[in-house]
């Protein structure tokens, strides 16, 4: 399943760009506006949803950077 350029939009408008972080040159992606943002949460939820429901998978393993 691939996202629509709508659903795309969505996702890449909630992610925030914080330029020269951690050190000059670097674009980091800070995604806890997308966490914020309702219907960015739900499309990607729902996208990723659609994409695993046939793997049968038990846990996902979140590791944070």
């Known amino acids: ?3 629509s350029n709508t659903e795309r939009k969505i ?3 909630s992610i925030r760009d914080v330029k020269d972080f951690p050190k000059p040159g670097i ?3 800070d995604i806890t506006t997308l966490l914020n943002d309702a219907e960015a949460y739900s499309v990607l939820m729902n996208h990723l949803y659609q994409k ?3 793997y049968n ?3 996902i393993a979140g590791i944070d950077a």
């Open 1 to 3: 399943m691939t996202l």
């Open 11 to 13: 996702i890449e408008n």
């Open 27 to 29: 674009v980091f992606k």
């Open 52 to 54: 695993y429901k046939e």
């Open 57 to 59: 998978l038990n846990y």
